[in-house]
C-alpha cells in the first residue's frame, strides 16, 4: 500500500529512462540522476526513481511498491494489471503487428510471440485455432527457422523485416509509453499525483514547451 510522502516511480531502463524524465521534468517534478552507477534505486530529488524492466513496471505500480510508472501500452495489454491509466505520453509510437514471410500463403498454425496473452485474444477475435508459442528475444527467427508459420511482435520503422524478408500482414493493435497510476495512491497522494497528471497532459499536447 502507498505511503503519504514522496512520490515513488517505476521507470523502465534503456532510452526510455531519458525521455521519461524529460518529460517529468517538464511536468515540474525536480529530478536530478547525477551518477546512476549500478544503482537501481535513486532519490532523484521530488521523487524516488525504482529502474527495472520494462515488463515488470505493471506490477510494481499494481501492488503499490511504486505510486507510479511509466511503460508501453503493449506491456500494459500483456500484463492484464489493475492499474490507473491516464497519459498517452506519445513517445516510443509502434504497432503490434502479425508477421509472417513475404509471400506466405496457406493457413497459420502456429505463431511465436513475446506477448502470448494478446496474441491469445487476437485469434479468439478472428476465431482462429493456431497455436501459440511464447519466446523471448528476437521472435523473428521463428519464421525465419520454421519453428512457426507467423509471429506478432511490435513494428517501429520495419527495418528489421525488410532485412529478412518478413512483412506485416495484420496490426493488432498500437503502442506508445504511458503514465500509469496505484489506483490507492491516486487518493492518498492525489496532492502530488493529480497535478502531475494534469501537467503532463498538458506537456504531450505542448511538445516544443520548455
Do not use: W
Not at 524492466?53 to 494489471?81: C, F, Q, S, W
Not at 491516464?86 to 504497432?95: E, H, I, K, M, Q
Amino acid at each position: 500500500m502507498p505511503k503519504p510522502g514522496k512520490l515513488i516511480l517505476a521507470l523502465p531502463k534503456g532510452r526510455v529512462m531519458d525521455k521519461s524524465l524529460e518529460l517529468l521534468r517538464q511536468a515540474g517534478l525536480r529530478l536530478e540522476l547525477s551518477n546512476t552507477g549500478r544503482a537501481l534505486k535513486h532519490d532523484a530529488g521530488d521523487a524516488l526513481i525504482i529502474e527495472m524492466r520494462n515488463a515488470d513496471v505493471p506490477t510494481y505500480v499494481e501492488l503499490g511498491v511504486a505510486d507510479a510508472g511509466i511503460v508501453g501500452k503493449d506491456v500494459l495489454l500483456e500484463a492484464g494489471r489493475n492499474i490507473y491509466e491516464p497519459v498517452d505520453l506519445n513517445f516510443a509510437n509502434c504497432r503490434i503487428s502479425l508477421i509472417r514471410p513475404v509471400g506466405a500463403s496457406g493457413p497459420v498454425q502456429r505463431i511465436a510471440s513475446k506477448y502470448p496473452g494478446i496474441t491469445q485474444a487476437y485469434l479468439r477475435r478472428i476465431g482462429s485455432s493456431a497455436e501459440v508459442i511464447k519466446l523471448s528475444g528476437n521472435v523473428e527467427l521463428a519464421c525465419l527457422t520454421g519453428l512457426a508459420d507467423a509471429v506478432v511482435d511490435i513494428v517501429e520503422t520495419g527495418g528489421t523485416l525488410q532485412a529478412n524478408r518478413l512483412e506485416e500482414v495484420s496490426t493488432i493493435g498500437y503502442s506508445s509509453a504511458r503514465f500509469v497510476v496505484n489506483r490507492a495512491a491516486l487518493k492518498l497522494k492525489a496532492s502530488q499525483l493529480r497535478p502531475l497528471i494534469t501537467a503532463l497532459r498538458r506537456v504531450v499536447q505542448e511538445p516544443t514547451a520548455s
